[in-house]
């Protein structure tokens, strides 16, 4: 057995003796405060998140607001017979100090079959990452929720930039009965002038 892989078991199963077992691929999300700041509970795995340019999102990776222009492939492990929900937010905005309008939603996806998010409802368009400078780094969050078994949602597409401030994904979760999510991940990015 090599070294690396004593080391990972080894720290498995202490994190079960002090009774939290959270998985080791989404403790980031403990570690960088998105649980508690905006989950209650963290992901129950980890989205692959690439960027058309081809950066490939890894938990808590610094990004410039240029490597993190466009649409993102993403990709879970879903179950061919559930609808996902997929949610992108910015819970540090306008800064993670003072996040008065936490969280501002960047993008918000339903009745997505199959991880093929271009057949899903979009509810609120994409925004590109690109936090007010001085603002320090913000984090930037993808959460994939799988819809309860048989239900397809009924949202019409908001247009309004007002929607988009103070949505909180818990409270939105919980309306819709979506549970912990499935999947996710998080960057951080900053704008310097
Ligand atoms: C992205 O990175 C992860 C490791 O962080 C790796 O497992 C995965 O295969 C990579 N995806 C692609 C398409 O390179
Ligand atoms: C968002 O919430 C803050 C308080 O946290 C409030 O001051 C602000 O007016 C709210 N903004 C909108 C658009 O609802
Ligand atoms: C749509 O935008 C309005 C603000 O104009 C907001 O009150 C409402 O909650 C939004 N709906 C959704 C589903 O985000």
Redesign the pocket.
């Known amino acids: 057995m090599s070294h690396l892989l004593a080391g990972v078991l080894l720290l498995g199963y202490f994190n079960n003796c002090f009774g939290k077992v959270v998985p080791r691929s989404v403790q980031s999300f403990v570690d960088h405060e998105l649980v508690p700041d905006i989950l209650n509970s963290p992901p129950e795995s980890i989205l692959s998140v690439i960027f058309p340019n081809g950066i490939n999102v890894s938990e808590a990776m610094e990004l410039t607001p240029e490597q993190v222009k466009g649409v993102p492939n993403l990709q879970w492990n879903a179950n061919s017979n559930r609808l996902y929900t997929v949610v992108f937010c910015d819970p540090d905005a306008p800064s993670r100090e003072a996040p008065d309008g936490r969280s501002f939603?960047h993008w918000?996806v339903i009745n997505i079959p199959d991880e093929d998010v271009d057949e899903g409802d979009t509810?609120?368009n994409i925004l590109n990452s690109h936090p007010e400078p001085e603002t320090g780094f913000h984090r930037y969050v993808f959460l994939v929720y799988e819809q309860p078994e048989g239900v397809v949602f009924d949202?019409?597409p908001?247009e309004?930039f007002?929607?988009?401030v103070n949505?909180s994904v818990e409270d939105f979760a919980s309306r819709y009965n979506l549970g912990i999510p499935v999947a996710g991940n998080f960057y951080f990015t900053q704008t310097i002038e």
Do not use: D, K, Q
Request: overall charge neutral; charged content about 15%; cysteine-free.
């Open positions: 939603l918000l509810i609120v949202l019409l908001n309004s007002e929607g988009r949505f």
